[in-house]
């Protein structure tokens, strides 16, 4: 192969490789949009003044994914949410919320309450409708806990898994959210 048509075909092959990485569930190593977005989560609204042992069931339901060898990364453990402003209202006033595409939430994870540095970041962002509409459409990130890599992304199954009980909050758990904002809901 000569120069001219290898120079030809590097834009297509780097075209072919970020559609793969966008749906594979691989490390992300470079820098992009949605990292820099995540990274300013704490200046987002706090769904749950302080942090709550996850819901058991919820955090139980991961551990029993089959070919799952590793135990839950949800159970014994405390959270933090964490919404951004596109999706607030739908987060804190709707009873059965339709989260707008954009809508990004962040779990930080603590082995005790009074942590504050989280061992680990998740994150849900909403998509455009057809992204993966058996999971809602949401896309799912595991971060480390300084919000500084994103370690996994996509269409994580094991991920989405847990989230299909919650299909009527629009596959988010919200069962953080304090009681005296869970009893302001409205339809």
Known sequence: MNKLSLLLLLPVIGMVGCALATDMDVPFTVADSDLATLAKYRQWTLVNPTPQLMEPLSAQSCAIIPGRQEPS??????????????????????????????SMVVKEKFDKPDSTSPELLTAMIKREAGYYPEGGDWEYLVLDGAASKIVERGKLTRCSGCHVPYKYSDFITRTYLPSDVRIELKP
Do not use: D, W
């Open 73 to 102: 990364p949800h159970l014994h453990k405390y959270i933090s949410v964490f919404v951004n402003s596109v999706g607030r209202e739908a987060m804190m006033t709707k009873q059965q919320p339709k989260f707008p595409v954009g």
